[in-house]
C-alpha cells in the first residue's frame, strides 16, 4: 500500500472510486475530477495497492483519494475564512489562495473500517503543512462525519447554508489550520 499525488491517467479510476463512494448528487463527475487533476494536480492524493503475482507487480489499484482546489478568496481585504459553496465545488481554483478546499475523501467501499481515510487525511495534511501550499484546509461533511473530522484536527464553524442537499441533509463547515513541522536534526 501506498500514497501519491493523483495523474490525469488516474481519473477513470478516480471517477469508479466516487462513484462507490457518493450518491450522484454527491459525487464529482469526470469532467470535475479532470479539471482538478489538470488544474491542481499538487491536491490530490491516491492511496493505491499493488496488484503482486510472486515477485512480479502486476499492476496498481486505486482504493481512496482525496480531491482539493484552491478557494478564491474575498477580495474586500477580509482574512476570514472562505467555506465551500455550490459555485466552489464547479471548476473554480485560485492557485494563488492559500485556503485549500477538500471536495472529497473516498475510500473504497471493500476497503473502509481499516482505518485508512484517517491515514490518507493525515498523509495529505503533512503534505500539505511541509510543502506550504497553503494555510488552511476547508471541508464540509454531513453532520455524521463531524466526530471523524474532529479526530483528525478539524475544528467545526457550523452550518454550511450555501450547499443544499437534495434529501435535507445538513452540510457542516470545517477547518484545519496548517503548521509547517520543524523537525530537529
Known sequence: ????????????????????????????????IEFRLKECPELTSGLFIRE??????????????????????PKNGTKETTFITNESMAFTHDDASPVIAVHSVVIDPQHQKKNLATLLLTDYIQKMSNQEIGDQIVIIAHKELVPFYERIGFKLVGENKSVTSKDGKVWCDMVRELVKEEYET
Open 52 to 73: 503482486v503475482k510472486g515477485t512480479q507487480i502486476l499492476g496498481e489499484k486505486l482504493i481512496g483519494h482525496i480531491l482539493g482546489t484552491k478557494l478564491p478568496i
Open 1 to 32: 500500500m501506498y500514497i501519491r499525488p493523483l495523474t490525469i491517467e488516474d481519473c477513470d479510476a478516480s471517477v469508479a472510486l466516487e462513484s462507490q463512494g457518493f450518491p450522484p448528487e454527491e459525487r464529482a463527475g469526470k469532467e470535475k
